[in-house]
């Protein structure tokens, strides 16, 4: 089992950044292939990006390619969103999620299989 909590939210003005982190416990990291999800108010959560278990593939919503970046560092077990260019409808929770499953570049939340708690990003404007 995988423990994940997210830390790195907060208010930033628009066009400004912010770098999410996501620590998770455990010695089996590297064998789960990550992802960050948001959810706004009064919306469905939705899939933001997603990294393999290498760190040497990952994948992005249409959204926020070319503004953000995931990463990770398997000795560090920790996962990392880092949020360039932020726009007010970037404001939300951000999750990050862990996924045991044999495809790393899933984009449905039912593919991941343990989840953090969120922190909120607000970004005003």
């Known amino acids: 089992q995988v423990q994940l909590v997210e830390s790195g939210g907060g208010l930033v003005q628009a066009g400004g950044s912010l770098r999410l982190s996501c620590a998770a416990s455990g010695r089996t990291f590297s064998s789960y292939a990550m992802g960050w999800f948001r959810q706004a108010p009064g919306k469905e959560r939705e899939f933001v990006s997603a990294?393999?278990?290498?760190?040497?593939?990952?994948v992005y919503a249409d959204s926020v390619k070319g503004r953000f970046t995931i990463s990770r560092d398997n000795a560090k077990n920790t996962v990392l969103l880092q949020m360039n260019s932020l726009k007010p409808e970037d404001t939300a929770v951000y999750y990050c999620a862990a996924n045991k499953g044999s495809s790393w570049s899933r984009r449905e939340q039912i593919s991941y299989d343990y989840w953090g708690q969120g922190t909120q990003v607000t970004v005003s404007s």
């Open positions: 990294i393999s278990r290498s760190g040497g593939s990952t």
